[in-house]
């Protein structure tokens, strides 16, 4: 990972979202005081864009898709913590979107190689779907011989299948160029 700050700031912003999230959760279970429901819920939403990514959600999405290099890189550091609160999966599957077509440097290849391997152990299948459509642009012979090693020595069957998933991905795509 590149900046333990950025990572750090990251993942603290992931459990305040965390947290307010439970809290407007539990202001609607245990309270019939529409204020206090209302104040949670507007509290969640206010923050929730500033914390779910550095410097603004949108600002940073909007960034992202005009190719800013600093906020790629900020992108990249967002996959490697991988922070996890509501509706983050569908942010790092935006980003892995926008990634495809992003021009990156042999350096944020290879992190996000690591990103890729590890994630396959996660749940999240559309995330994974869209980490295999990222894999199939960016993955060079050395990212596929880690794949394969990766197969053979997962111990779980379940990450053992989402790894031959993004391997047939990439190989279709081979086959096509």
Same mark, same amino acid.
């Given at each position: ?84 609160? #509501? ?55 050395? #990212? ?34």
């Amino acid at each position: 990972m590149k900046c333990e700050k950025q990572v750090t700031l990251i993942l603290e912003n992931a459990q305040k979202i965390n947290d307010l999230h439970i809290a407007l959760k539990e202001s609607k279970e245990t309270t019939f005081d529409e204020k206090k429901v209302k104040h949670a819920a507007e509290q969640f939403h206010r923050l929730y864009d500033q914390l779910a990514f550095p410097g603004g959600l949108q600002a940073g999405m909007a960034l992202l898709k005009k190719n800013d290099a600093s906020i790629t890189e900020l992108a990249i550091t967002y996959l490697e913590a991988n922070p996890y609160f #509501f509706r983050s999966g569908y942010i790092k599957e935006e980003i892995a979107h926008i990634l495809k077509r992003a021009p990156l440097s042999q350096d944020q290849k290879e992190r996000l190689y690591k990103v890729l391997l590890s994630s396959a152990s996660d749940k999240d299948q559309r995330k994974w779907k869209a980490y295999c459509n990222l894999a199939t642009v960016i993955a060079n012979s050395d #990212f596929c011989t880690q794949l394969n090693t990766s197969i053979a020595h997962a111990a779980d069957q379940g990450i053992r299948e989402h790894l031959s998933d993004m391997h047939d991905a990439i190989l279709k795509v081979k086959k096509t160029q």
